[in-house]
Each structure stands twice: as structure tokens, then as C-alpha cells.
């Protein structure tokens, strides 16, 4: 029986994440559960699309669909901070 990897079951960060980064860091974690687990296995786990659509037991394209819905949130989160920052 093939077991699903959750993100419990991955290694620490690639990249440690500096003070600059953190509206950025806290932004990711406003998202919703989907666009969040995506984006945190692309972009800070350095997992490509394929191995993110596997450990989420998705498909690939399902993962590119997300993580441009979690690039638009993201892009609407961080420039609303700027605008009432």
C-alpha cells in the first residue's frame, strides 16, 4: 500500500527564513489549506510540480492551477498590507 507524505512528514526547511520574510511567511499562512500546502512544497521544500502532485496525491496540473490561485492571493494579501501599512 502506497502511503501519502504529509507535509508532518517532511524535512525542515530548505531555507531558513529571514526577519525581511516574515509578512511574506505570515501571508503563506493566511492561505487556505490547499493553496498553502502547495506553495510550501514548491517554493520552500525545492520539490517540483511532479513530486508536489505526489505527495498531495493530485495531479500535476491540479498543483500549477494552485499555485497560481495561491500567486494572486498572495499578490492581494501583500499589497493590501502596503496600502494600509
Known amino acids: 500500500m502506497d502511503r501519502?507524505?504529509?507535509p508532518e512528514d517532511l524535512p525542515e526547511p530548505a531555507c531558513q527564513i529571514e526577519s525581511e520574510d516574515v509578512e511574506l511567511t505570515l501571508a503563506i499562512m493566511r492561505l487556505?489549506?490547499?493553496l498553502r500546502e502547495v506553495t510550501l512544497l514548491y517554493y520552500y521544500q525545492?520539490?517540483?510540480i511532479r513530486e508536489t502532485a505526489q505527495a498531495l496525491g493530485v495531479a500535476p496540473s491540479t498543483v500549477s492551477q494552485r499555485l497560481k490561485h495561491a500567486q494572486a492571493k498572495l499578490r492581494i494579501?501583500?499589497?493590501g498590507r502596503?496600502?494600509?501599512g
Do not use: G
Open 46 to 48: 525545492d520539490m517540483t
Open 4 to 6: 501519502r507524505i504529509t
Open 77 to 79: 494579501l501583500l499589497e
Open 82 to 84: 502596503e496600502l494600509h
Open 32 to 34: 487556505p489549506k490547499h
